[in-house]
């Protein structure tokens, strides 16, 4: 098929890029060697035993890329060619981030939904259940069947095309199905690659919870989700947003050992660049609650619309930040 075509066609350009060089031909790119993120050890989460959790709530967020504190996530952008794919030379976007890690195994991607199915059966969301996983040692590159099953997660098919392929003769090409009717043959859709720019937003779930060993309220992330406008074909061919939709999750504990070792912007000093495990960790994102943990398991949109699921999820931020403030009151 065209898109299978098209992978293989820009699959060489794919393997050279490996991230923002600090050095290139013993040239440093600046007054001095930026390496700190680049090789700093992961600092691990303190060890919480079920016995010090005195209470906890699990939430559910959405970091909307719109929003101007969330934008280093957001850019810079990439984009995808029917040749190469086209990053930033000195720092990558969350999306691209991911993207890479995940071609290449690092990352283990979980389907929102059950891969048989093809999205058409149960949505189990952020679930964890159903791994998309490479044979042993292989990747993006080297298995084709990994290959094609992340065709679902990292892009779509393009519209079918509408101009019939003709043969030597000029004379239509035609094909026999199973009932013996004959048909046109149409050249294969393309493949669109979701791209920085088609990621709308990252959802998060997390768990808030007080340790009493430590005297403190804590918060663990325990996936993450890139977020993409889920489009339809209306009458005319065109594509309409009918709403959001999340290509996979994956496990945040997981992606911190690759968020570790790459740079995130800082308008305000261009000395103090962290990384995006440290973006993650000193919670330096704007984001809402959409769902929390419940007796109907539903979310906030399911009862409150509007300005009201706003309220709602600032009321479920409050209730936490008062359950602290009360431990603390005498």
């Given at each position: 098929?065209?898109?299978?075509?098209?992978?293989?066609?820009f699959l060489p350009f794919l393997s050279i890029a490996q991230g923002p060089i600090p050095e290139l031909n013993g040239?440093?790119n600046g007054s001095w060697m930026n390496t700190h993120i680049p090789t700093k050890r992961l600092i691990q989460y303190?060890?919480?035993?079920?016995?010090?959790?005195?209470?906890?709530?699990?939430?559910?967020?959405?970091?909307?890329?719109?929003?101007?504190?969330?934008?280093?996530?957001?850019?810079?952008?990439?984009?995808?060619?029917?040749?190469?794919?086209?990053?930033?030379?000195?720092?990558?976007?969350?999306?691209?981030?991911?993207?890479?890690?995940?071609?290449?195994?690092?990352?283990?991607?979980?389907?929102?939904?059950?891969?048989?199915?093809?999205?058409?059966?149960?949505?189990?969301?952020?679930?964890?259940?159903?791994?998309?996983?490479?044979?042993?040692?292989?990747?993006?590159?080297?298995?084709?069947?990994?290959?094609?099953?992340?065709?679902?997660?990292?892009?779509?098919?393009?519209?079918?095309?509408?101009?019939?392929?003709?043969?030597?003769?000029?004379?239509?090409?035609?094909?026999?199905?199973?009932?013996?009717?004959?048909?046109?043959?149409?050249?294969?859709?393309?493949?669109?690659?979701?791209?920085?720019?088609?990621?709308?937003?990252?959802?998060?779930?997390?768990?808030?919870?007080?340790?009493?060993?430590?005297?403190?309220?804590?918060?663990?992330?325990?996936?993450?989700?890139?977020?993409?406008?889920?489009?339809?074909?209306?009458?005319?061919?065109?594509?309409?947003?009918?709403?959001?939709?999340?290509?996979?999750?994956?496990?945040?504990?997981?992606?911190?050992?690759?968020?570790?070792?790459?740079?995130?912007?800082?308008?305000?000093?261009?000395?103090?660049?962290?990384?995006?495990?440290?973006?993650?960790?000193?919670?330096r994102f704007s984001s809402y609650i959409y769902k929390e943990s419940n007796t109907y398991d539903r979310p906030i949109?399911?009862?409150?619309?509007?300005?009201?699921?706003?309220?709602?999820?600032?009321?479920?931020?409050?209730?936490?930040?008062?359950?602290?403030?009360?431990?603390?009151?005498?």
């Amino acid at each position: 098929m065209k898109y299978l075509l098209s992978i293989f066609v820009f699959l060489p350009f794919l393997s050279i890029a490996q991230g923002p060089i600090p050095e290139l031909n013993g040239i440093p790119n600046g007054s001095w060697m930026n390496t700190h993120i680049p090789t700093k050890r992961l600092i691990q989460y303190p060890a919480v035993s079920e016995r010090d959790v005195l209470w906890s709530k699990r939430v559910w967020r959405a970091i909307d890329m719109r929003e101007r504190i969330n934008q280093p996530m957001y850019y810079p952008l990439d984009e995808v060619t029917e040749l190469e794919w086209i990053t930033n030379a000195s720092r990558w976007s969350l999306w691209t981030i991911i993207r890479k890690h995940v071609m290449e195994g690092d990352l283990r991607v979980f389907s929102p939904y059950n891969p048989v199915s093809y999205g058409l059966g149960a949505w189990d969301g952020d679930q964890l259940k159903y791994p998309v996983d490479p044979p042993h040692g292989e990747n993006y590159y080297t298995d084709a069947n990994f290959r094609s099953d992340l065709l679902y997660y990292l892009g779509r098919l393009g519209p079918q095309s509408d101009i019939p392929l003709v043969g030597d003769d000029g004379e239509p090409l035609l094909e026999e199905d199973e009932n013996g009717l004959l048909s046109q043959v149409y050249d294969a859709p393309d493949t669109l690659w979701y791209e920085s720019k088609d990621i709308v937003e990252y959802r998060l779930k997390e768990d808030w919870f007080f340790d009493k060993q430590r005297g403190e309220m804590d918060v663990r992330i325990i996936a993450i989700a890139p977020v993409v406008y889920d489009t339809q074909l209306d009458n005319v061919g065109n594509e309409q947003i009918v709403g959001k939709k999340e290509l996979f999750w994956l496990y945040f504990p997981h992606c911190r050992y690759v968020f570790n070792n790459y740079f995130t912007y800082n308008d305000r000093n261009d000395s103090q660049w962290m990384s995006f495990d440290d973006l993650f960790w000193k919670r330096r994102f704007s984001s809402y609650i959409y769902k929390e943990s419940n007796t109907y398991d539903r979310p906030i949109e399911d009862y409150a619309h509007g300005i009201d699921a706003l309220y709602e999820s600032e009321r479920i931020t409050n209730e936490m930040r008062t359950f602290e403030h009360d431990l603390w009151s005498y």
